[in-house]
């Protein structure tokens, strides 16, 4: 395939639920016209492709995904509101990319999300709030990355009000990561990755 993928490629499939687009080299996603059609698209596989950047809303009319795979791209940016529309996901998968910090607030619309991974990208850094909105996440994978910092409040505390302000059943392997928690109790985040639930 290559490049962009093509305005309304897949409008007459409102049937479809699972779209695999693994190793077609696409570059980029146009947001108003990449998905239309694909009403009950449930499953879609993107991995192995040369996705760098996700616009705003870059799967605007996907609004029934549930499992989104985006790994083994190259992907080094994501705009604010690229998972916008996304309410019914639960599993992104963004591991083996290029992304070197979590910005605050980056996953805020993914609020049925549950499992989320992020091995083997180029993480340095997670920002306060990094994972705020993730209401009803369970697991993050985040070994084989750099991390070195990881902000004191990596979820929003309102989203948690009854757990401390971090969700109680979450699991986050870090093995093989050196770590510098900051400082106001950042570090619950190296207990979280020794339980097994």
């Known amino acids: 395939m290559g490049g962009s993928l093509p305005d309304d490629a897949f409008k007459y499939l409102r049937s479809c639920k699972t779209l695999k687009l693994s190793k077609n080299l696409i570059s980029s996603i146009k947001p108003l ?17 040369q996705l760098i950047k996700l616009e705003p809303s870059s799967f605007r009319n996907l609004r029934k ?20 529309r996304l309410k019914q996901l639960i599993i992104l998968s963004l591991n083996s990319n290029l992304l070197t910090q979590l910005k605050s607030g980056q996953f805020q619309h993914l ?24 209401i009803n ?18 979820f929003d505390p309102l989203d948690f009000p009854e757990s401390s302000g971090h969700p109680e059943r ?13 400082s106001g109790g950042g570090c619950w985040i190296k207990h979280a990755e020794e339980q097994v639930h």
Request: charge should be negative; charged fraction near 20%.
């Open 170 to 182: 979450l699991e986050m392997p870090l093995h093989d990561q050196r770590l510098d928690c900051g």
């Open 33 to 49: 016209t990449a998905w239309k059609g694909l009403d009950s698209l449930q499953y879609l596989k993107l991995s192995g492709n």
């Open 111 to 134: 609020t049925q999300l549950e499992n989320l991974h992020l091995h083997n990208n180029g993480l340095h850094s997670l920002q306060n709030r990094a994972f705020s909105g993730l």
């Open 65 to 84: 995904l549930e499992v989104l795979d985006l790994s083994e791209n190259r992907i080094e940016d994501i705009a604010p509101d690229a998972w916008k």
């Open 137 to 154: 996440i369970r697991r993050i994978t985040l070994f084989r990355n750099n991390l070195y910092m990881i902000g004191p409040c990596l």
